[in-house]
């Protein structure tokens, strides 16, 4: 489950930095973050079929992921982009 949780974030840091365009920053938001299909809501959906033990280290895992600050470096990015009109560094 962490090589999951690694490639995840491998994949997101990949498009992160490709990104050039408001649809294509929406697009992968929504592919990592969404509330119904994000890949981190199935990483926390997922969490009920693993041991007591297991859950723990997932938890762990997730917690210690990045802090959240993948998340926030997208929604900084649209903020610039819509303040400024084009996308600067995320």
């Given amino acids: 489950m962490q090589e999951k949780?690694?490639?995840i974030k491998?994949?997101?840091?990949k498009k992160l930095k490709s990104i050039k365009d408001l649809d294509s920053l929406d697009i992968l938001y929504n592919e990592y973050f969404s509330r119904k299909a994000g890949e981190m809501t199935?990483?926390?959906k997922s969490l009920k079929d693993l041991s007591g033990e297991e859950r723990k280290e997932m938890v762990r895992a997730l917690c210690t992921y990045?802090?959240?600050k993948?998340?926030?470096r997208v929604?900084?990015?649209?903020e610039n982009f819509l303040n400024e009109g084009r996308l600067h560094s995320v």
């Fill in 10 to 13: 491998d994949s997101f840091e």
């Fill in 75 to 78: 929604l900084n990015a649209i």
């Fill in 5 to 7: 949780l690694q490639k």
């Fill in 42 to 44: 199935n990483i926390m």
């Fill in 70 to 72: 993948s998340k926030q």
């Fill in 66 to 68: 990045d802090d959240g």
